[in-house]
């Protein structure tokens, strides 16, 4: 080990871990069958750090991200593993009651009554989505509906969590109780003043008089700022961003962007951003989870994963994102579909085998995460981690049954939204619409 990878490693241990996931498996029970979207996952995510989530369309970050978020709705099911979120306060208040569930600092969050963890959402975990339009209720105004996720912070931080409650009954119906959203009479002055604070905060000019309009009055741009302000409301530990930008123009998805890194910087907010869009990634990220298959296949700091890794599909990843030079480049999706998540034809072997350039009979067993050179975080599920790729150990051609063109994939679309985002972590002028945020 060389002297800077120990450095690495000191730091590691060092910084405190906010969620702690391990073994995370999340199911669909289909018609079709069992839906392996999400298998055995492990994540540790540090406290004020932005990580990144990224893959193909189809490889399971969004069902990560609403595993995390406890949104996961049947046929869907957590069947597997813990969520080990970091809270001394909730730690003390749940462990009478839940000792199992309760390590040290930290609470898995599968193993407290669901209302618990409703009460942590929007207050310690919040959640931004592609479309805007979800988070909004289009009968109400954007400044009401932001006064409410103002008055649910303000009902949660009133609650005896961190001056400990004298009895357990209580402080676990307390938890409930945050849950319950006021109605709009209960919208206090305070919390309409902090709802236009909110506005301005994310970039709305005139947060006064567009605190009174309902969101389809809004612009998409201005609806995804709303909705981060919405977000904001509850002052999260985590934020998880679940493709904040995809249905935003070139110009806007930079904007908002810089607004994120801007507020995260402000607040010392954790970032977990789930994109398609290695660009995205490089411009946000500190470390970052390439998914394939419900797995995450390669992990670790931005380095690693641009500059020294050893998967071929982050390879392939990195082939599809236009070049460094922001001239078009040639994007070349990875050949081949991404395969089927059904149990039943999950074979037990590398996933991404069938459309690997390196495939080696040694990849017909299902590959554990091995260590890789780089960071003490730099970690890979594939054999190449291990060994050099050797052509008298390649799987014969066709070995998988034909291989078909790519899928069509629906965010791999480079005439639209891909271009701009560039590769490298620039400073990136700061837009001028919005005035002063923080
Ligand atoms: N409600 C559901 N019922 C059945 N299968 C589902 C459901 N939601 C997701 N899946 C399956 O889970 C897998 C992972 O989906 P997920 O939405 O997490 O992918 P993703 O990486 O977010 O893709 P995208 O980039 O397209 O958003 C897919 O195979 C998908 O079909
Ligand atoms: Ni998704």
Redesign the pocket.
């Known amino acids: 080990m060389t002297e800077t990878e120990m450095d690495t490693t000191t730091r590691n241990t060092n910084a405190e871990e906010i969620l702690r996931v391990s073994g995370l498996s ?1 199911r ?1 029970f ?1 018609q079709e069958g069992q ?1 392996n ?2 298998s055995d996952l492990d994540l540790r995510i540090e406290r004020g750090e932005v990580f990144g989530i990224v ?12 595993s995390l978020m406890d949104l996961i ?1 049947p ?2 099911e957590i069947t597997e593993g813990k969520i080990e979120y970091n809270d001394p306060d909730l730690a003390d208040a749940v462990r009478d009651d839940y000792p199992q569930a309760v390590d040290g600092e930290y609470v898995d969050l599968l193993e407290v009554p669901a209302d618990v963890r409703e009460s942590l959402r929007g207050t310690s975990f919040s959640m931004i989505f ?1 479309d805007p339009e979800s988070s909004f209720n289009p009968t109400l105004t954007v400044g009401e509906q932001l006064a409410e996720a103002v008055e649910v912070q303000r009902r949660a931080s009133a609650r005896p969590r961190s001056t400990r409650a004298k009895t357990q009954d209580y402080t676990l119906a307390s938890f409930a109780l945050s849950t319950v959203l006021p109605s709009r009479e209960y919208v206090s002055e305070e919390s309409r003043e902090r709802a236009i604070e909110l506005l301005e905060m994310v970039g709305i000019p005139d947060p006064v008089e567009r605190a009174d309009e309902y969101p389809h009055e809004y612009s998409g741009g201005m609806l995804q700022r709303a909705m981060i302000a919405q977000a904001l409301a509850g002052e999260p530990d985590v934020l998880v961003a ?2 904040p930008t995809t249905a935003l123009d070139v110009t806007i998805q930079a904007q908002i962007l810089d607004l994120l890194a801007e507020i995260q910087e402000e607040t010392g907010m954790t970032i977990v951003l ?1 994109t ?1 869009n290695l660009g995205v990634i490089a411009r946000m990220c500190d470390r970052v989870g390439v ?1 394939y298959a ?1 797995e995450i296949v390669e992990r670790g700091t931005l380095e690693d994963v641009f500059d020294d890794h050893v998967h071929p599909y982050t390879e392939g990843l990195l082939g599809s994102i236009p070049d460094l030079e922001g001239a078009r480049g040639r994007l070349q999706p990875i050949p081949g579909n ?1 395969p ?2 059904l149990d039943s034809e999950m074979e037990d072997r590398c996933y991404f085998a069938d459309r690997c350039p390196n495939a080696m009979e040694d990849c017909l067993d299902h590959p554990p995460e091995y260590d890789a050179d780089g960071s003490a975080d730099h970690e890979v599920r594939c054999v190449l981690a291990e060994r050099d790729y050797e052509e008298s150990r390649a799987l014969p051609e066709g070995y998988f049954g034909e291989t078909e063109r790519p899928a069509a ?3 791999a679309d480079p005439d639209r939204t891909e271009e701009d985002v560039q590769p490298e972590r620039a400073e990136q002028p700061v837009d001028d619409s919005g005035g002063d945020r923080l």
């Open positions: 999340t669909f289909t839906v979207a999400v893959g193909e369309s189809g490889s399971g970050k969004s069902v990560t991200a609403r709705e046929p869907g592609q679940d493709e789930i398609h998914m419900g991404v089927s998540l994939d629906k965010h």
